[in-house]
């Protein structure tokens, strides 16, 4: 038996496609031919921040054993199904395949991958660790989803993952208003919870599981494991019908892009961050209601952005002081004309806040009324007893502020796949225990006529 992994990459459009759909296709065929699935295909999402990403920036990998006669067989049916599916004449749309055969990944091709993942990579570096590992890898067009095809091999989700059950679309159905009833939705929302994420927006109450676009998505729920990803796939009603669905495991909801710098001026672009800094600038909301400050430490200062789409995050932004600590989450964008260097902001962490300190005028020390100002250096004069004085001063005061300690999230709509929402905070995976289980995958059953 042979341990082969099959990373696949970039063959979906805005138009059309979903590379998960290329794996869902490669699973039913893989399963037919007599493979053995040893994991779930994995969907990792890379980097969101590199200027050339695919749609979700989602990568994927398949790991299976076979006999090591089908080898050459399996090869073929991966790049045929890559090629029929995949949207090869968008331009931008440039697939890859990476065959890598052996049961443990090197330790350089985890390496790798994390770099997908926070950073940018170059192709080159790609193209030399497959020729350093035999690995094989097949590209169409400019052959850019080599770099994510690796990538999904050497991300072996050894710490913390998720899962997502995705169902699709019959293709007749495509572009198509997607149809399901709403109401088994909440249900199962409230059924799963905390174990699924992201199902329903609390606020609006709209629902988060269905994409938008004319891709073959039905569905997909993310949760803690496969068993509750599947209960809560059983428990949503679909009003058109379901062709097939597939577990996969995943790094969605993991803060897995994120890495955190020493200090502020070790920010690049594209590298997306956890930085931790005093809030220099206070907040300042700018045209379409994005919120701006900016944070400092002895190595330098930097511009956070806060979206109005991210919702109680840039309320939250709003409220920071002048000397609150806090710790900053999110993307790095390049700096631009108009802007400087700016991280935009998907999690606030507020360390420590400033105390706001306000004045107010004196107390009459004949009467006990407040006094009034007689205008600047001019002292004060009590309206009720007429005392006057040069020496009294404004009295400071601590005012409560209006914020807390703590973390701050954007809202689900606005966030990124990658992002750890709050529910999952203490749920957090160390390692990974593979079971695969039943119906992990299956097909609408097909309906005879009697
Ligand atoms: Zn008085």
């Not at 709509?413 to 119906?439: C, F, N, W």
Request: net charge positive; charged share 30%; aromatic share 8%.
């Amino acid at each position: 038996m042979l341990d082969l992994h099959i990373g696949i990459d970039d063959t979906d459009s805005p138009r059309m496609g979903c590379t998960t759909y290329v794996a869902a296709l490669l699973v039913e065929k893989l399963n037919d031919l007599g493979a053995r699935f040893v994991d779930y295909p994995n969907l990792v999402r890379l980097n969101p921040n590199v200027p050339w990403k695919t749609r979700g920036n989602g990568a994927l990998c398949l790991r299976i054993q076979l006999k090591k006669s089908l080898l050459d067989k399996v090869k073929e049916l991966t790049i045929d199904t890559v090629e029929e599916n995949a949207d090869l004449e968008y331009e931008g749309t440039d697939p890859g395949i990476v065959f890598f055969t052996g049961m443990k990944i090197p330790e350089e091709l985890k390496i790798f991958a994390k770099n997908t993942i926070q950073g940018v990579v170059k192709f080159e570096t790609a193209l030399k660790l497959i020729k350093k590992f035999k690995a094989e890898a097949f590209g169409f067009k400019k052959c850019r989803g080599i770099i994510g095809a690796l990538a999904a091999v050497g991300e072996t989700l050894d710490g913390d993952h998720t899962y997502e059950i995705i169902a699709y679309r019959k293709p007749e159905n495509y572009g198509k208003p997607r149809r399901l009833d709403v109401e088994s939705v909440y249900k199962m929302d409230e059924a799963t919870k905390p174990y699924t994420f992201n199902n329903v927006d609390p606020n609006t109450g709209r629902i988060l599981i269905t994409p938008r676009g004319p891709d073959p998505i039905l569905y997909g729920i993310r949760g803690e494991t496969p068993e509750i990803v599947k209960k809560a796939h059983e428990m949503v009603k679909a009003l058109e019908p379901v062709e097939r669905w597939v577990i996969f495991r995943t790094n969605h909801g993991t803060d897995a892009h994120l890495r955190r710098v020493e200090s502020i001026s070790q920010i690049k672009p594209h590298y997306p961050v956890i930085a931790k800094g005093t809030v220099s600038k206070p907040p300042r909301i700018v045209p379409r209601r994005h919120v701006i400050f900016a944070v400092k430490d002895e190595t330098g200062e930097i511009d956070c952005a806060a979206y109005e789409p991210t919702g109680n995050l840039r309320k939250v932004a709003r409220k920071l002081m002048v000397g609150d600590l806090v710790e900053v989450y999110g993307g790095v964008r390049p700096p631009s004309e108009r802007n400087p260097l700016t991280v935009n902001l998907e999690k606030l962490k507020i360390l420590k806040l400033a105390p706001h300190v306000s004045f107010s005028n004196p107390i009459c020390p004949k009467c006990g009324k407040r006094m009034k100002s007689m205008g600047e250096g001019k002292g004060f004069r009590c309206k009720k007893c007429g005392f006057r004085s040069k020496e009294l001063k404004k009295v400071a005061f601590v005012k409560e502020r209006d914020l807390k300690e703590g973390i701050y999230v954007s809202d689900p709509r606005s966030e990124r796949h990658l992002t750890k929402p709050l529910q999952r905070y203490g749920m957090e995976k160390s390692k990974a225990e593979v079971v695969l289980i039943d119906g992990w995958y299956g097909l609408q059953p097909i309906l005879l006529e009697p």
